[in-house]
């Protein structure tokens, strides 16, 4: 199975003013604007998934939705262990109902996105090794099932570098 890791695009600064429950905090129309043509990019670069599975938090979300517009990938679909508030550990077990899927697209937040590539490539889910950019991607070949420390890392790419091309 290859994995798609994928960090939200820019979001909103944290304000309990603005987003009591900051699930609800959405991305800024910058990350709107910039994540959709680094989507566009990832098109050329990417394999379209079988299925996407995203946070539901709305940063995460919206993301999921502009890879859908920009790079053709399927619609979301909700994966509660892929929230901020989620270990990385708990997105393993979960993928496990998606054996047999060729290729996943997983949205998610920091540092649970680099947490989880370190954990399929090392087989620990340590946090600051992998770090991921806003709206970067990584691809890592994780086997079927996945399983913690039997991936391969392809590549891992910042949306700066997928708008260049």
């Known amino acids: 199975m290859d994995l798609y890791l994928v960090r939200h695009a820019l979001a909103h600064d944290r304000s309990s003013e603005r987003w009591p429950n900051d699930a609800d905090r959405p991305l800024t129309p910058e990350g709107e604007d910039e994540f959709l043509a680094a989507a566009r990019g990832l098109k050329r ?24 517009e920009g790079a053709g990938w399927p619609e979301p679909e909700s994966l509660r262990p ?25 949205v998610g937040h920091e540092p649970g996105m680099g947490e989880l590539a370190w954990l399929l490539l090392e087989g620990s889910a340590k946090e600051d090794v ?3 950019k806003k709206g970067a991607v990584a691809r890592i070949d994780a086997g079927d099932p996945a ?9 891992l790419i910042v949306p700066k570098a997928l708008r260049k091309g």
């Open 45 to 68: 670069l990417a394999r379209v998934p079988d299925i996407v599975l995203s946070s539901s938090f709305a940063r995460a979300w919206r993301t999921a939705e502009l890879l859908a």
């Open 82 to 106: 892929l929230e901020a508030d989620q270990p990385a550990e708990s997105v393993l077990p979960a993928l496990s109902a998606y054996v047999g899927h060729r290729r996943v697209a997983l």
């Open 130 to 132: 992998i770090r991921f």
């Open 147 to 155: 399983a913690a420390g039997g991936g391969v890392l392809r590549w």
